[in-house]
Structures are given as structure tokens and as C-alpha cells.
């Protein structure tokens, strides 16, 4: 069964900063993987997927990730915050063979300082 | 331009009650999830609805069930609620198509047992 690990549970990052929130994940078949965000009091929304091709995937808000499938990790980039980009981050995984059922990890806290 | 429908926001029970928290998407979706979120745990999959007629346990199913109604709707019961299942609830769908398994989600059900 596939699962996914985020080392860190709050990134604090000073504005204009560049940051990574990492993600591993872990499955004994190919992955398709995902970050989504999560604005205060809202539900989630996909920032970026990783589906099969170039590992190198950018989305929306000026966020990467780069699919690394030796070291089983799909970090996320962004090169300079800001303020709105204060939310949590979840990282998830859903096998290739068995599409149906999408497994999150626990979430990373963006937090951004002025 | 609805997309994932949840009922209610809110709501509170006392230990022992039922209810039922409905979920409803427009979008065609074949899969559909029911996920909780707790401070530091992430979302965890409770249970989730492969498609129309099917449902199978998640990560967390116990205190639960659920009722796939129909391709649109996708509804979860506590039958006996306790202190340990407040939490806040998402609902979710996705298509199984290989190039579009991302998930899109409701508000969420903000839920007290007291």
C-alpha cells in the first residue's frame, strides 16, 4: 500500500525567501503524485500533478515540484514567497494500478514572515 | 459551477447521536472519497467509492459507514457518534481516467461531538 511522509510540519520562511517543503512517498508500483493547498477555513485545491513525462512540473502560483523516482521524493519549490502563499501543503500519492484511492500526507505549515 | 456539494457546515452532536453528513458533485466524476482532517494527522481516507455501486474501507473506516446513492452522491453515517470522530470533514471526486485523477473537494463539515 502507498503512503506519503512530510518530514516537516511548519516551514517559517521570511518573504521574497525561496522555499521547500519535502514529501516522500512510498509504493510498490508506479505513482502518480500531487500537492495540494489548503487556505485558512477552505477545502483543498491542486497546486501541481505529476502524471508521467518530464520530472520537473510546475503549477499554478509560481510553485514547482520535481518528481525523483530513485529517492521516491516530490519536493516542492518555490523560489520567492509572499504573504499569500501563507497556507498548509499536503502532499499526495495515488498508485497507477489502482487510481480510485488518493492517500495524503500530513501536511506542511507555510507560514510567512514580513 | 458547483463542483463538490457538502451539507451541512456545522454541526454538533451528543456522544451517542447519528447522523448523516451528504455529499453531492456535478462534475461526472466516477470516484468519490470521504476523508477527516485532524491538527498534525493530515487527511485520513475513511472511505472512498470507486465508482457507482462499489464502496471500500479506507484508512480510518471504524465508526462509519457510507452509501454510494447514486453516480452523484456519496453520503457517510455515524451511527453512534463519539468525542473521538470530531473533526473536520471532506468530501471529494475524481475521474478515473489515467490523465485526470485529481481529486476535487468540497468545504468541508466542521463536526463537534460533545
Known amino acids: 500500500a502507498q503512503s506519503v511522509t512530510q518530514l516537516d510540519s511548519q516551514v517559517p520562511v521570511f518573504e521574497e525567501a525561496p522555499v521547500e517543503l519535502r514529501c516522500n512517498y512510498s509504493?510498490?508500483?508506479?505513482?502518480?503524485l500531487f500537492w495540494y493547498v489548503q487556505y485558512p477555513n477552505q477545502g483543498l485545491q491542486l497546486l501541481l500533478k505529476?502524471?508521467?513525462?518530464?520530472?520537473l512540473v510546475k503549477g499554478i502560483n509560481g510553485f514547482e515540484a520535481e518528481f525523483n523516482k530513485s529517492q521516491t521524493s516530490f519536493h516542492l519549490r518555490k523560489p520567492s514567497v509572499h504573504i499569500s502563499d501563507t497556507a498548509e501543503y499536503f502532499c499526495?500519492?495515488?498508485?497507477?494500478?489502482?487510481?480510485?484511492?488518493?492517500?495524503f500526507g500530513s501536511g506542511t505549515r507555510l507560514s510567512i514572515r514580513p | 459551477n458547483a463542483g463538490v456539494t457538502q451539507t451541512p457546515k456545522f454541526q454538533v452532536l451528543k456522544t451517542g447521536q447519528s447522523m448523516t453528513l451528504q455529499c453531492a458533485q456535478d462534475?461526472?466524476?466516477?470516484?468519490m472519497y470521504w476523508y477527516r482532517q485532524d491538527p498534525g494527522m493530515g487527511l485520513r481516507l475513511i472511505y472512498y467509492s470507486a465508482s457507482e455501486g462499489t464502496t471500500d474501507k479506507g484508512e480510518v473506516p471504524n465508526g462509519y459507514n457510507v452509501s454510494r446513492l447514486n453516480k452523484r452522491e456519496f453520503s457517510l453515517r455515524l451511527e453512534s457518534a463519539a468525542p473521538s470522530q470530531t473533526s473536520v470533514y471532506f468530501c471529494?471526486?475524481?475521474?478515473?481516467?489515467?490523465?485526470?485523477?485529481?481529486?476535487?473537494f468540497g468545504q468541508g463539515t466542521r463536526l463537534t461531538v460533545v
Open positions: 505529476y502524471l508521467s513525462g518530464s520530472t
Open positions: 509504493s510498490s508500483v508506479s505513482v502518480y
Open positions: 499526495a500519492v495515488s498508485e497507477v494500478s489502482s487510481a480510485s484511492k488518493i492517500i
Open positions: 462534475m461526472n466524476h466516477n470516484s
Open positions: 471529494a471526486s475524481s475521474e478515473r481516467a489515467a490523465m485526470n485523477t485529481e481529486a476535487f
